[in-house]
Nanobody, 125 residues
Framework: VQLQASGGGLVKAGDSRGLSCAASGRVFSDYAMGWFRQAPGKEREFVASISWKGDSTYYADSVKGRFTISRDNARNTVYLQMNSLKPEDTAVYYC???????????????????WGQGTLVTVSS
């Protein structure tokens, strides 16, 4: 399984940005997907996740109401739409595939076994 994240870049506070994560390899649609981020000097943290069916989504409190996770199983792609970006959203964003078949999308990064390479989002004030 390979995950390729894209869409990062430099944006201003208040702007929007969309990230994509394309999956190849084994069946994508049977697994929950998540987005995590890691800011400089900080640990990796949960951002959002989506169940294998796409009918359940979960968000970190810090992004709830601003970010939206979605998936297109026909395109083997998961998305993260980020609105009203803040400087504290600056981080490398990673997509990941959950280990558990037909899972709901855990907040625990240890429950994910495939990770993309990360895409940097920088939000200037």
């Amino acid at each position: 399984v390979q995950l390729q994240a894209s869409g990062g870049g430099l944006v201003k506070a208040g702007d929007s940005r969309g990230l994509s994560c394309a999956a190849s390899g084994r069946v994508f649609s049977d697994y929950a997907m998540g987005w995590f981020r890691q800011a400089p000097g900080k640990e990796r943290e949960f951002v959002a996740s989506i169940s294998w069916k796409g009918d359940s989504t979960y968000y970190a409190d810090s992004v709830k109401g601003r970010f939206t996770i979605s998936r297109d199983n026909a395109r083997n792609t998961v998305y993260l739409q980020m609105n009203s970006l803040k400087p504290e959203d600056t981080a490398v964003y990673y997509c990941a595939r959950e280990k558990l078949l037909l899972g709901y999308g855990s907040r625990d990064p240890d429950r994910y076994n495939y990770w993309g390479q990360g895409t940097l989002v920088t939000v200037s004030s």
